[in-house]
């Protein structure tokens, strides 16, 4: 699973993406009405990509079950942990099972995403092959 801040950067991020992703993002122009999106969950695709307020929505219809998720990238952190985002955020975080490793992935490491992230390791990258 991979959880984006906003339909714009989960439309990016699928499309590199196998065939076997759904983008769970009902009213982004050109992607799949949530009837689609449900049919493609009943296929068990690989790998589900969408915000966090639409994969909880998904989530409380019983359309998506988390107990099979392995692991969950959770993309811009800084951005999903902002007001807005935060509660949406959290209820997918808690809607995975404990076993299920789990990567946040942020520019910025701000007070809120260090807490988001309490029991993680940081790694930061290299200044040599960071992006300018």
Known sequence: MIIAPTLELAA???????????????????????????????EKPAIVVGTPAQLAELCAGQKLKTEAIDAVVF???????????????????????????GVACSATITAAVAQFVTDAQLITLPPEIRCA
């Open 75 to 101: 993309g811009e952190a800084d951005r999903l942990v902002q007001k807005s985002l935060r509660e949406p955020t959290k209820k997918m975080r808690g809607r995975l099972p404990e076993t299920a490793q």
């Open 12 to 42: 990016q991020i699928k499309m590199p993406c196998s065939q076997s992703v759904l983008s769970a993002s009902r009213y982004s122009g050109g992607d799949a009405s949530f009837k689609q999106q449900v049919e493609t969950l009943m």
